[in-house]
Protein backbone atom coordinates (compact mmCIF):
# COMPACT_ATOMS: atom_id res chain seq x y z
CA UNK A 1 0.00 0.00 0.00
CA UNK A 2 1.59 3.53 -0.63
CA UNK A 3 1.74 5.64 2.09
CA UNK A 4 -1.34 7.85 1.83
CA UNK A 5 -3.56 5.61 -0.39
CA UNK A 6 -5.84 7.86 -0.68
CA UNK A 7 -6.37 8.86 -4.31
CA UNK A 8 -7.54 11.42 -6.67
CA UNK A 9 -8.41 10.05 -10.21
CA UNK A 10 -9.11 12.08 -13.09
CA UNK A 11 -10.55 10.40 -16.26
CA UNK A 12 -11.54 10.62 -19.60
CA UNK A 13 -12.32 7.10 -20.22
CA UNK A 14 -15.88 6.74 -19.15
CA UNK A 15 -18.80 9.65 -18.69
CA UNK A 16 -20.01 9.84 -15.14
CA UNK A 17 -20.81 12.01 -13.00
CA UNK A 18 -17.97 14.84 -11.88
CA UNK A 19 -17.31 13.50 -8.42
CA UNK A 20 -17.89 10.36 -7.19
CA UNK A 21 -16.16 8.70 -4.24
CA UNK A 22 -14.17 5.66 -4.58
CA UNK A 23 -15.29 2.18 -3.93
CA UNK A 24 -13.76 -0.30 -1.45
CA UNK A 25 -11.29 -1.19 -1.37
CA UNK A 26 -9.92 2.33 -2.62
CA UNK A 27 -10.22 5.78 -0.53
CA UNK A 28 -11.08 9.04 -2.59
CA UNK A 29 -12.04 10.43 -5.49
CA UNK A 30 -13.07 10.32 -8.93
CA UNK A 31 -13.32 13.08 -11.21
CA UNK A 32 -14.83 12.53 -14.70
CA UNK A 33 -16.60 14.64 -17.42
CA UNK A 34 -20.33 14.87 -18.07
CA UNK A 35 -19.74 17.65 -20.39
CA UNK A 36 -20.61 20.21 -17.68
CA UNK A 37 -16.97 21.33 -16.45
CA UNK A 38 -16.33 25.46 -17.59
CA UNK A 39 -12.75 26.24 -19.00
CA UNK A 40 -10.53 28.09 -16.69
CA UNK A 41 -10.36 31.53 -17.28
CA UNK A 42 -7.62 32.82 -16.13
CA UNK A 43 -9.16 35.29 -14.32
CA UNK A 44 -7.06 34.16 -11.13
CA UNK A 45 -9.91 34.88 -8.88
CA UNK A 46 -8.72 31.28 -7.12
CA UNK A 47 -6.00 33.38 -5.85
CA UNK A 48 -7.07 36.91 -5.69
CA UNK A 49 -10.32 36.50 -4.85
CA UNK A 50 -11.37 33.56 -2.77
CA UNK A 51 -7.93 32.03 -2.11
CA UNK A 52 -8.00 28.22 -2.52
CA UNK A 53 -11.05 28.03 -4.56
CA UNK A 54 -12.00 28.42 -7.73
CA UNK A 55 -14.74 30.91 -8.31
CA UNK A 56 -16.81 29.52 -10.78
CA UNK A 57 -19.43 27.26 -9.14
CA UNK A 58 -18.99 23.56 -10.65
CA UNK A 59 -18.00 20.91 -9.04
CA UNK A 60 -14.36 21.24 -9.85
CA UNK A 61 -14.03 24.27 -7.81
CA UNK A 62 -12.28 22.70 -4.91
CA UNK A 63 -9.89 20.67 -7.04
CA UNK A 64 -6.41 22.63 -4.60
CA UNK A 65 -8.59 21.13 -1.99
CA UNK A 66 -8.80 17.48 -3.10
CA UNK A 67 -5.26 17.51 -4.24
CA UNK A 68 -4.58 18.66 -1.17
CA UNK A 69 -5.95 15.42 0.63
CA UNK A 70 -4.72 13.24 -1.72
CA UNK A 71 -1.50 10.99 -1.67
CA UNK A 72 -1.68 9.72 -5.34
CA UNK A 73 -2.84 11.74 -8.11
CA UNK A 74 -3.90 9.65 -10.90
CA UNK A 75 -4.55 10.71 -14.32
CA UNK A 76 -5.53 8.60 -17.14
CA UNK A 77 -6.08 10.24 -20.43
CA UNK A 78 -6.05 10.09 -24.08
CA UNK A 79 -3.01 11.42 -25.38
CA UNK A 80 -3.28 14.46 -27.57
CA UNK A 81 -0.43 15.38 -29.38
CA UNK A 82 1.50 14.79 -26.27
CA UNK A 83 -0.45 16.44 -23.65
CA UNK A 84 -3.58 15.06 -21.83
CA UNK A 85 -7.14 15.19 -23.48
CA UNK A 86 -9.34 18.01 -22.98
CA UNK A 87 -11.23 17.51 -20.70
CA UNK A 88 -8.26 15.96 -17.96
CA UNK A 89 -6.25 18.92 -18.81
CA UNK A 90 -9.18 21.27 -18.09
CA UNK A 91 -9.35 19.94 -14.58
CA UNK A 92 -5.71 20.03 -13.93
CA UNK A 93 -5.85 23.78 -15.42
CA UNK A 94 -8.53 24.63 -12.73
CA UNK A 95 -6.15 22.84 -9.95
CA UNK A 96 -4.09 25.93 -9.85
CA UNK A 97 -5.41 27.11 -6.17
CA UNK A 98 -3.45 24.22 -5.05
CA UNK A 99 -0.40 26.73 -5.64
CA UNK A 100 0.20 30.12 -4.59
CA UNK A 101 0.99 33.17 -6.58
CA UNK A 102 4.13 34.30 -5.33
CA UNK A 103 7.34 32.93 -6.89
CA UNK A 104 10.03 30.59 -5.24
CA UNK A 105 13.08 30.12 -7.76
CA UNK A 106 13.77 25.82 -7.73
CA UNK A 107 16.42 23.94 -9.62
CA UNK A 108 17.31 27.63 -11.27
CA UNK A 109 13.71 28.35 -12.47
CA UNK A 110 10.49 30.13 -11.49
CA UNK A 111 8.13 28.44 -9.95
CA UNK A 112 4.49 28.94 -7.91
CA UNK A 113 4.89 29.01 -3.97
CA UNK A 114 3.25 26.10 -2.10
CA UNK A 115 -0.04 26.72 -0.26
CA UNK A 116 -0.39 23.31 1.32
CA UNK A 117 2.44 21.87 3.16
CA UNK A 118 1.79 18.33 1.36
CA UNK A 119 2.98 16.76 -2.05
CA UNK A 120 1.50 13.52 -3.97
CA UNK A 121 2.41 10.69 -5.93
CA UNK A 122 1.47 11.09 -9.55
CA UNK A 123 1.10 7.91 -11.85
CA UNK A 124 -0.06 8.83 -15.44
CA UNK A 125 -1.30 6.33 -18.37
CA UNK A 126 -2.02 8.27 -21.99
CA UNK A 127 -4.06 6.03 -23.98
CA UNK A 128 -4.41 5.99 -27.96
CA UNK A 129 -1.39 5.56 -29.72
CA UNK A 130 1.15 8.87 -29.06
CA UNK A 131 4.30 8.80 -31.78
CA UNK A 132 7.13 8.65 -29.53
CA UNK A 133 8.13 11.96 -30.48
CA UNK A 134 4.79 12.83 -28.53
CA UNK A 135 5.65 10.15 -25.64
CA UNK A 136 8.90 11.90 -25.34
CA UNK A 137 7.05 15.69 -24.94
CA UNK A 138 4.56 13.85 -22.34
CA UNK A 139 7.17 12.90 -20.36
CA UNK A 140 8.62 15.95 -20.31
CA UNK A 141 4.93 17.71 -19.62
CA UNK A 142 4.54 15.27 -16.51
CA UNK A 143 7.77 16.27 -15.30
CA UNK A 144 7.42 19.50 -15.30
CA UNK A 145 4.30 19.80 -13.98
CA UNK A 146 4.96 17.82 -10.78
CA UNK A 147 7.48 20.20 -10.06
CA UNK A 148 4.98 23.23 -10.83
CA UNK A 149 2.15 21.12 -8.35
CA UNK A 150 4.43 19.75 -6.18
CA UNK A 151 4.14 16.16 -7.29
CA UNK A 152 6.24 13.47 -6.92
CA UNK A 153 6.49 11.39 -10.34
CA UNK A 154 6.15 7.17 -9.71
CA UNK A 155 4.86 5.97 -13.13
CA UNK A 156 4.20 7.22 -16.78
CA UNK A 157 2.60 4.51 -19.01
CA UNK A 158 1.18 4.58 -22.27
CA UNK A 159 -0.84 1.80 -23.70
CA UNK A 160 -3.50 1.79 -27.37
CA UNK A 161 -6.86 1.47 -26.04
CA UNK A 162 -7.99 3.24 -23.02
CA UNK A 163 -7.81 1.12 -19.68
CA UNK A 164 -10.18 0.16 -16.90
CA UNK A 165 -8.77 2.91 -14.68
CA UNK A 166 -10.43 0.07 -11.44
CA UNK A 167 -7.95 -2.23 -12.83
CA UNK A 168 -4.92 0.59 -12.67
CA UNK A 169 -5.82 1.68 -8.96
CA UNK A 170 -5.85 -2.46 -8.07
CA UNK A 171 -2.31 -2.08 -9.36
CA UNK A 172 -1.56 0.17 -7.02
CA UNK A 173 -2.81 -0.96 -4.03
CA UNK B 1 -4.01 35.17 -36.15
CA UNK B 2 -5.45 32.94 -33.66
CA UNK B 3 -5.61 34.29 -29.96
CA UNK B 4 -6.09 31.44 -27.31
CA UNK B 5 -6.34 33.47 -24.72
CA UNK B 6 -9.62 32.80 -22.64
CA UNK B 7 -9.09 36.66 -21.73
CA UNK B 8 -9.64 37.90 -25.32
CA UNK B 9 -8.14 41.50 -25.82
CA UNK B 10 -7.03 41.94 -21.99
CA UNK B 11 -4.53 39.48 -22.45
CA UNK B 12 -0.76 38.99 -22.90
CA UNK B 13 -1.32 36.77 -25.68
CA UNK B 14 -3.62 39.78 -27.26
CA UNK B 15 -0.70 42.09 -27.18
CA UNK B 16 2.06 39.67 -28.16
CA UNK B 17 -0.16 39.15 -31.47
CA UNK B 18 -0.13 43.24 -31.72
CA UNK B 19 3.08 43.68 -31.33
CA UNK B 20 3.32 40.85 -34.33
CA UNK B 21 0.87 42.81 -36.32
CA UNK B 22 3.31 46.06 -36.35
CA UNK B 23 6.00 44.17 -37.37
CA UNK B 24 4.49 42.79 -40.62
CA UNK B 25 3.96 44.52 -43.81
CA UNK B 26 0.95 46.61 -43.78
CA UNK B 27 -0.22 45.03 -46.87
CA UNK B 28 -0.58 41.18 -45.44
CA UNK B 29 -4.08 40.25 -45.19
CA UNK B 30 -4.87 39.08 -41.67
CA UNK B 31 -7.54 37.97 -39.80
CA UNK B 32 -8.51 37.65 -36.27
CA UNK B 33 -9.65 35.13 -34.28
CA UNK B 34 -10.23 34.97 -30.57
CA UNK B 35 -10.60 31.28 -29.34
CA UNK B 36 -12.34 31.40 -25.80
CA UNK B 37 -14.09 28.04 -25.36
CA UNK B 38 -13.91 25.02 -28.06
CA UNK B 39 -15.61 23.61 -29.69
CA UNK B 40 -15.05 26.44 -32.38
CA UNK B 41 -17.76 27.93 -34.14
CA UNK B 42 -18.72 26.97 -37.15
CA UNK B 43 -17.57 30.11 -38.99
CA UNK B 44 -14.53 30.53 -37.06
CA UNK B 45 -13.75 26.71 -38.54
CA UNK B 46 -14.20 27.82 -41.86
CA UNK B 47 -12.36 31.06 -41.78
CA UNK B 48 -9.14 29.60 -40.32
CA UNK B 49 -9.14 26.66 -42.57
CA UNK B 50 -9.45 29.09 -45.63
CA UNK B 51 -5.87 30.67 -44.35
CA UNK B 52 -2.50 29.69 -45.53
CA UNK B 53 -0.63 31.13 -42.35
CA UNK B 54 -1.50 30.21 -39.05
CA UNK B 55 -0.52 32.32 -36.28
CA UNK B 56 -1.28 31.02 -33.07
CA UNK B 57 -0.97 32.55 -29.81
CA UNK B 58 -1.92 31.62 -26.02
CA UNK B 59 -0.92 31.81 -22.34
CA UNK B 60 0.92 28.48 -20.73
CA UNK B 61 -1.48 26.45 -18.61
CA UNK B 62 -0.10 23.89 -16.58
CA UNK B 63 3.14 23.61 -18.48
CA UNK B 64 0.95 23.02 -21.36
CA UNK B 65 -1.85 24.19 -23.58
CA UNK B 66 -5.27 25.38 -21.96
CA UNK B 67 -7.68 22.90 -22.05
CA UNK B 68 -10.00 24.72 -24.71
CA UNK B 69 -7.22 24.96 -27.19
CA UNK B 70 -6.63 21.36 -27.23
CA UNK B 71 -10.14 20.67 -28.06
CA UNK B 72 -9.81 23.24 -30.70
CA UNK B 73 -6.74 21.88 -31.98
CA UNK B 74 -8.64 18.49 -32.40
CA UNK B 75 -11.39 20.11 -34.20
CA UNK B 76 -9.15 21.97 -36.49
CA UNK B 77 -7.02 18.61 -37.48
CA UNK B 78 -10.09 16.77 -38.13
CA UNK B 79 -11.22 19.26 -40.63
CA UNK B 80 -7.92 19.76 -41.83
CA UNK B 81 -7.51 16.25 -42.82
CA UNK B 82 -10.54 16.10 -44.84
CA UNK B 83 -8.65 18.88 -46.98
CA UNK B 84 -4.89 17.49 -47.55
CA UNK B 85 -4.41 19.15 -50.30
CA UNK B 86 -4.31 22.59 -48.97
CA UNK B 87 -0.83 23.66 -47.82
CA UNK B 88 -0.34 25.59 -44.25
CA UNK B 89 1.98 26.68 -42.26
CA UNK B 90 1.79 27.27 -38.31
CA UNK B 91 3.84 29.57 -36.58
CA UNK B 92 3.29 29.62 -32.65
CA UNK B 93 3.82 32.26 -29.50
CA UNK B 94 3.48 30.88 -26.33
CA UNK B 95 3.69 32.67 -22.92
CA UNK B 96 4.07 32.37 -19.07
CA UNK B 97 3.84 34.12 -16.39
CA UNK B 98 7.56 32.54 -15.46
CA UNK B 99 10.16 34.28 -15.94
CA UNK B 100 12.13 31.99 -18.15
CA UNK B 101 11.23 31.35 -21.86
CA UNK B 102 11.95 27.92 -21.81
CA UNK B 103 9.45 26.78 -19.61
CA UNK B 104 6.72 27.53 -22.40
CA UNK B 105 8.82 24.25 -24.48
CA UNK B 106 6.77 21.53 -23.86
CA UNK B 107 3.66 24.18 -25.25
CA UNK B 108 5.35 24.51 -28.67
CA UNK B 109 6.20 20.94 -28.54
CA UNK B 110 2.72 19.40 -28.62
CA UNK B 111 1.90 22.52 -31.24
CA UNK B 112 4.72 20.81 -33.08
CA UNK B 113 3.10 17.56 -32.87
CA UNK B 114 -0.42 18.74 -34.11
CA UNK B 115 1.08 20.21 -37.04
CA UNK B 116 2.41 16.80 -38.36
CA UNK B 117 -0.64 15.28 -37.65
CA UNK B 118 -2.85 18.04 -39.48
CA UNK B 119 -0.65 17.98 -42.04
CA UNK B 120 0.54 21.61 -41.33
CA UNK B 121 4.01 22.69 -41.83
CA UNK B 122 6.01 23.93 -38.75
CA UNK B 123 6.99 27.47 -39.05
CA UNK B 124 8.57 28.69 -36.02
CA UNK B 125 7.89 29.00 -32.33
CA UNK B 126 8.53 31.74 -29.63
CA UNK B 127 8.34 30.63 -26.23
CA UNK B 128 8.40 34.15 -24.14
CA UNK B 129 8.69 34.17 -20.54
CA UNK B 130 7.34 37.31 -18.09
CA UNK B 131 3.87 37.37 -19.68
CA UNK B 132 2.68 38.96 -16.97
CA UNK B 133 3.73 42.02 -17.43
CA UNK B 134 2.66 42.76 -21.12
CA UNK B 135 -1.26 44.48 -20.15
CA UNK B 136 0.88 46.45 -18.02
CA UNK B 137 3.28 48.15 -20.07
CA UNK B 138 1.40 48.88 -22.92
CA UNK B 139 2.73 52.61 -23.25
CA UNK B 140 6.08 50.96 -24.06
CA UNK B 141 6.74 50.27 -27.69
CA UNK B 142 7.82 47.03 -28.74
CA UNK B 143 11.01 46.66 -29.13
CA UNK B 144 11.92 49.19 -26.20
CA UNK B 145 12.76 48.43 -23.02
CA UNK B 146 11.93 45.57 -21.06
CA UNK B 147 10.03 44.13 -24.50
CA UNK B 148 13.18 44.86 -26.39
CA UNK B 149 13.87 41.19 -27.15
CA UNK B 150 10.47 40.29 -27.58
CA UNK B 151 10.26 42.73 -30.16
CA UNK B 152 12.99 41.66 -31.78
CA UNK B 153 12.03 38.39 -31.26
CA UNK B 154 8.67 38.99 -33.28
CA UNK B 155 10.53 41.07 -35.86
CA UNK B 156 12.22 37.55 -36.72
CA UNK B 157 9.39 35.89 -36.54
CA UNK B 158 7.46 38.76 -38.93
CA UNK B 159 10.69 37.99 -41.49
CA UNK B 160 9.85 34.18 -41.16
CA UNK B 161 6.57 34.77 -42.18
CA UNK B 162 6.29 36.71 -45.12
CA UNK B 163 9.26 34.93 -46.47
CA UNK B 164 7.03 31.63 -46.00
CA UNK B 165 10.19 30.48 -44.04
CA UNK B 166 10.89 27.85 -41.51
CA UNK B 167 13.36 29.01 -38.45
CA UNK B 168 14.64 27.78 -35.13
CA UNK B 169 12.19 27.94 -32.06
CA UNK B 170 13.29 30.68 -29.80
CA UNK B 171 13.18 31.25 -26.58
CA UNK B 172 13.25 34.76 -24.50
CA UNK B 173 12.83 36.39 -21.11
CA UNK B 174 11.68 39.94 -21.06
CA UNK B 175 14.91 42.72 -20.69
CA UNK B 176 13.83 42.84 -17.03
CA UNK B 177 16.30 41.54 -14.21
CA UNK B 178 14.34 38.59 -12.32
CA UNK B 179 14.40 39.39 -8.73
CA UNK B 180 12.78 42.89 -9.46
CA UNK B 181 10.30 41.10 -11.69
CA UNK B 182 9.14 39.16 -8.93
CA UNK B 183 8.87 41.68 -6.20
CA UNK B 184 6.65 43.43 -8.92
CA UNK B 185 4.76 40.65 -10.23
CA UNK B 186 4.15 39.97 -6.06
CA UNK B 187 3.25 43.31 -5.61
CA UNK B 188 -0.02 43.04 -7.86
CA UNK B 189 -1.01 39.86 -6.30
CA UNK B 190 -1.28 42.00 -3.07
CA UNK B 191 -2.10 44.85 -4.09
CA UNK B 192 -5.26 42.93 -6.18
CA UNK B 193 -5.46 40.83 -3.28
CA UNK B 194 -6.36 44.59 -1.18
CA UNK B 195 -8.60 45.59 -3.84
CA UNK B 196 -11.12 42.41 -3.11
CA UNK B 197 -10.77 42.90 0.70
CA UNK B 198 -7.97 40.48 1.46
CA UNK B 199 -4.75 40.85 3.66
CA UNK B 200 -1.34 39.76 2.46
CA UNK B 201 -2.68 36.84 5.37
CA UNK B 202 -5.79 36.03 3.43
CA UNK B 203 -3.61 35.18 0.29
CA UNK B 204 -2.10 31.98 2.00
CA UNK B 205 -5.64 30.77 3.39
CA UNK B 206 -5.44 26.49 2.55
CA UNK B 207 -9.16 25.52 2.64
CA UNK B 208 -10.43 21.83 2.96
CA UNK B 209 -8.44 20.17 5.35
CA UNK B 210 -11.14 18.07 3.81
CA UNK B 211 -12.92 18.78 0.92
CA UNK B 212 -15.95 21.04 0.40
CA UNK B 213 -17.88 19.91 -2.42
Not at chain 1, 34 to 47: A, D, E, K, L, V
Not at chain 2, 24 to 42: F, H, K, M, N, S
Not at chain 2, 174 to 189: G, H, I, K
Amino acid sequence: MRENHRFLVIQDVEQAEPVRELESPFAGTVFSDNGTIRPCTGCFGCWIKTPGRCVLPDPYRDMGAYLANSGELVLVSRCCFGGPGPFVKNVLDRCISYVHPYFVIKNGEMHHRQRYHHSYGLTVVFYGGATPEEQRTAQEWVQAMAVNLYGRVNEVRFVEQPPDWRDLLRTLL
Amino acid sequence: MICGSPKGKNSASWVILQGLRDALPPQAAVREYAIRTAPLPEQALRGIAACDVLVFAMPLYVDGLPSHMVGALLQLEADFRETPQKERTAYALVNSGFYEGHQNAHALHMLRHWCRRAGVRWGQGIGAGGGGMLPETQNIPMGHGPKKRLGQALQTLAEAIVSGGQAEDLYITQNFPRVLYRMSAESVWRRKGRKNGLSKQELFAAPGEGPTA
